[in-house]
C-alpha cells in the first residue's frame, strides 16, 4: 500500500486543527511538516512548537523533513514533541552519521532527503544505516514548484542500491506526476496543492483522484 502524507504546508494555518480533523477520517498515512529555517531554504516555517500542539488531534505520523541548516541543535525538541519520522538532508556538512544515531536513539524512524541536483552516490553510503529516503522531485523551500523528472531516475538509482528501503517523494505530487513516482518504485507520496486545492470541500475528491491515479501499479 501506498503511503500518503498531506503536506501542512498547504493547509490553511489559521484552521490547522480543523484542517486536520477533515483528514482523519481519510486514507493518509499521516501528515508531513517542512520546517525551514531561512538559511538551509529562502523561507521560515513550522517549528516543534506545532508540532506538539497538534499531537493530541491525531495517532497518525507526523513525518517531519527538516530542511535546516543546523539539524542537530532540533532533534531532542521534535522528538519531545511527538514527531514519529524524521529527515534531514544529505547535503549537509555534518556528521550525518552521527544525527542518524541520535533519531535512532530518539526512537524516531530516521531518512536522508536529497534534491533533484545531487548525486544518489552521496547518498549511497547511508542506505544501510536508515529508514527510508525522501526523494524532492522539485527545487525545495516553496510549496507548489514545477516537477523534475530527473527525480525518476533517483529512485531507480536508490532502489538499485538499497532494494529494501522506503523511498518517499515529495514536490509536485499530482494525478499525473504520481504514478511515474509509484511506478519507478516509490512507496510514499507527500502531496501539497494537488490535496489541499479547493478547500476542505474538495479533499476527498482530491485525494481519491490521487489514489486512482496509480492503483495499477500497486
Given at each position: 500500500m501506498?503511503?500518503?502524507?498531506?503536506?501542512?504546508?498547504?493547509?490553511?494555518?489559521?484552521?490547522?486543527?480543523?484542517?486536520?480533523?477533515?483528514?482523519e477520517e481519510l486514507s493518509i498515512s499521516g501528515y508531513h511538516l517542512d520546517v525551514m529555517d531561512g538559511h538551509f531554504v529562502p523561507n521560515l516555517t513550522m517549528g516543534p512548537s506545532l508540532v506538539k500542539s497538534l499531537r493530541s488531534h491525531t495517532k497518525k505520523t507526523f513525518d517531519v523533513h527538516l530542511m535546516v541548516a543546523n539539524p542537530q541543535l532540533f532533534l531532542e525538541a521534535?522528538?519531545?514533541?511527538?514527531?514519529?519520522?524524521?529527515?534531514?538532508?544529505?547535503?549537509?556538512?555534518?556528521d550525518l552519521d552521527?544525527?542518524?544515531?541520535?533519531?535512532?536513539?530518539?526512537?524516531?524512524?530516521?531518512?536522508?532527503?536529497?534534491?533533484?541536483?545531487?548525486?544518489?552516490?552521496k547518498l549511497a553510503p547511508f542506505l544501510m544505516h536508515i529508514d527510508f529516503v525522501l526523494v524532492m522531485a522539485v527545487e525545495p523551500g516553496f510549496a507548489g514548484g514545477k516537477f523534475v523528472p530527473e527525480a525518476l531516475n533517483k529512485i531507480l538509482e536508490i532502489l538499485s542500491h538499497a532494494p529494501e528501503i522506503e523511498v518517499v517523494v515529495d514536490g509536485a505530487m499530482s494525478p499525473q506526476t504520481a504514478p511515474k513516482a509509484v511506478e519507478s518504485g516509490a512507496k510514499g507520496i507527500v502531496a501539497g496543492s494537488s490535496l489541499f486545492k479547493g478547500g476542505p470541500d474538495c479533499y476527498t475528491q482530491n485525494l481519491n483522484e490521487l489514489l486512482t491515479s496509480f492503483t495499477k501499479f500497486c
Open positions: 501506498i503511503q500518503i502524507y498531506p503536506s501542512l504546508l498547504s493547509a490553511d494555518f489559521s484552521q490547522l486543527g480543523n484542517e486536520i480533523a477533515r483528514w521534535f522528538a519531545e514533541a511527538g514527531a514519529d519520522r524524521l529527515s534531514f538532508h544529505v547535503e549537509l556538512e555534518a552521527a544525527m542518524i544515531r541520535r533519531v535512532k536513539g530518539l526512537r524516531m524512524k530516521v531518512g536522508l532527503a536529497i534534491n533533484p541536483s545531487t548525486s544518489v552516490q
